[in-house]
């Protein structure tokens, strides 16, 4: 075992919605026990499936959204495995759960019927809006979240570039994964105060509220000065519109710049790259030398001025020249990759962040996948298994956290 949660036992009965919270817990190092119905929980069917064929131990996403945990299967309809919930939740220093609120309180195997059990319990609901207010009861996916918690609201096109472009998802799970990030904020956070007093606690989480804290500007300005934020192709959203960040390149890769001789130093540097390729001779004039001039989103001549002639710049040499070129000038410049390009990447390569794993229909033919998003000093990241198989490790559980022969 490795990583700085080992000995902590979790119970996990999340589907989509809530699994990537368990699995940054068994990342780093957890004993996280998913615990599934007969059939398989909900992730088992979502697709890309291996060789497109469908199966419970056939996901893709569900072998990323579930490295390092175990598989138990109970069936909640049948009084015996009800009685094994319990007492696994007695055994288990945390429990992660997405079911609706209340669902588990109505059976008597929620929190509060089963926390007063364990006095250090930690018990983190996931819900798309949380446990209560208005929206307690509503259903919501993904996109429902990105969309009322305001992140569709400040991605996509310009409407200058494309009138009446409706707002655009980032696609991933990203509202799903924000709720988890927070989630997993709070478990951590819940165990310090474990740690000094004993006591356990009941973690609500929204999803909702996740993604709402996440929206960057558009909240402070709409409360400071009742303004709504303006999507923009290719670049954060704001009050009013700033120089493009997207530019295309020679070979017609696109390149995405930010800032352009922020300090001094910096712009001595970019003006001398662009002159020596025939670029910018006007940039010698004292118009250019104070640096507020040289900023866009303010309005000045000079900065509309210089993106112009960057834009000239980039249009004559490759993307990859422009971007190596602007790094070796600490300019905060990059290219937009392709997911091909990004699994070449040798910089990945080189810190070893891809892992090799296997499953149904890929024994012996190994699948990459993102490993660890960190690196631990003294307690390391380890792909310790991958996602488990349907009820895989119903005994060997059952048997270890309650001593328990099937």
């Not at 207010?133 to 494309?162: H, I, R």
């Not at 474990?194 to 909240?219: K, M, N, P, W, Y």
């Not at 010698?284 to 112009?308: K, L, N, T």
Request: hydrophobic residues 40%; glycine residues 12%.
């Amino acid at each position: 075992m490795s990583g700085p949660l080992t000995g902590l036992r979790v119970l996990e009965l999340c589907g989509p919605m809530g699994q990537y919270a368990g699995k940054l817990l068994a990342d780093m190092g957890a004993d996280v026990v998913k615990v599934e119905p007969p059939d398989g929980g909900e992730a088992r069917r979502v697709g890309p499936f291996v060789d497109d064929v469908p199966g419970p131990n056939r996901s893709l996403s569900f072998w990323y959204g579930n490295t390092n945990k175990r598989s138990v299967v109970l069936d909640f309809g049948e009084d015996g495995d009800r009685e094994t919930w319990r007492r696994l939740v007695s055994a288990a220093d945390i429990v992660i759960e997405d079911r609706r609120p209340g669902e588990l309180d109505a059976s008597g195997m929620g929190y509060r019927a089963l926390g007063a059990a364990n006095a250090g319990l930690i018990w983190c609901a996931i819900t798309p809006f949380g446990q209560d207010g208005p929206w307690a009861a509503f259903a919501a996916t993904d996109l429902v979240s990105l969309a009322l918690g305001g992140a569709m609201m400040m991605n996509g096109y310009d409407p200058e570039d494309a009138p009446g472009a409706p707002p655009i998802r980032g696609h991933g799970d990203q509202g799903y994964a924000t709720g988890c990030h927070y989630a997993v904020q709070g478990i951590l956070a819940a165990l310090l105060w474990r740690d000094r007093t004993g006591e356990g606690q009941f973690i609500d989480c929204s999803v909702h509220e996740a993604v709402s804290s996440t929206t960057e500007v558009a909240l402070p300005y709409w409360f400071t000065q009742r303004v709504n934020v303006i999507r923009q192709t290719g670049r954060h959203a704001a009050a009013s519109r700033t120089e493009r960040w997207l530019q295309r390149a020679a070979d017609g890769r696109w390149t995405l710049i930010f800032g352009v001789g922020r300090d001094n130093a910096s712009w001595k540097r970019i003006k001398a790259w662009f002159q020596s390729k025939g670029f910018g001779g006007q940039f010698d004039e004292p118009r250019f030398d104070d640096p507020a001039a040289r900023q866009p989103g303010r309005g000045s001549p000079e900065a509309a001025e210089i993106f112009a002639e960057l834009e000239r710049f980039i249009a004559a040499h490759p993307a990859e020249e422009v971007y190596r070129g602007g790094q070796e000038r600490r300019q905060a410049w990059g290219v937009v990759r392709s997911p091909e390009e990004n699994l070449a990447d040798p910089h990945w390569e080189d810190r070893r962040f891809w892992v090799e794993v296997e499953g149904e229909g890929r024994e012996g033919q190994p699948v990459r996948m993102p490993g660890a998003p960190y690196r631990f000093s003294a307690t390391p990241w380890a792909l310790r298994r991958p996602a488990p198989k349907l009820g895989e490790h119903t005994a060997e559980v059952l048997r270890e956290w309650l001593g328990v022969e099937t």
